[in-house]
């Protein structure tokens, strides 16, 4: 599922999606003398706990454990 893609300036580009459980950062830069292209898959189940064990807020644990049952429920 793609959630956002952007340009940064004219010569830069990003894309964010979910896809098989996970989440992918994808970042490139094309200019005059060169080009590179970045890409970092995360466990989005992991990166979610680790949001979870940054708040100590019970409602924030609750509310990201509903978050990863309806990401699991949909497949």
Do not use: R, T, W
């Not at 793609?2 to 490139?28: H, N």
């Not at 992991?46 to 609750?62: E, R």
């Amino acid at each position: 599922m793609e959630i956002v893609q952007g340009q940064v300036g004219p010569e830069g580009k990003y894309d964010l999606k979910v896809e098989g459980g996970c989440i992918i950062v994808a970042a490139a830069y094309a200019g005059a003398d060169a080009e590179v292209d970045l890409g970092v898959k995360f466990q989005l189940a992991h990166v979610l706990d680790k949001i979870a064990d940054a708040y100590p807020n019970p409602v924030v644990k609750g509310a990201i454990s509903l978050v990863k049952m309806a990401i699991a429920a949909a497949g």
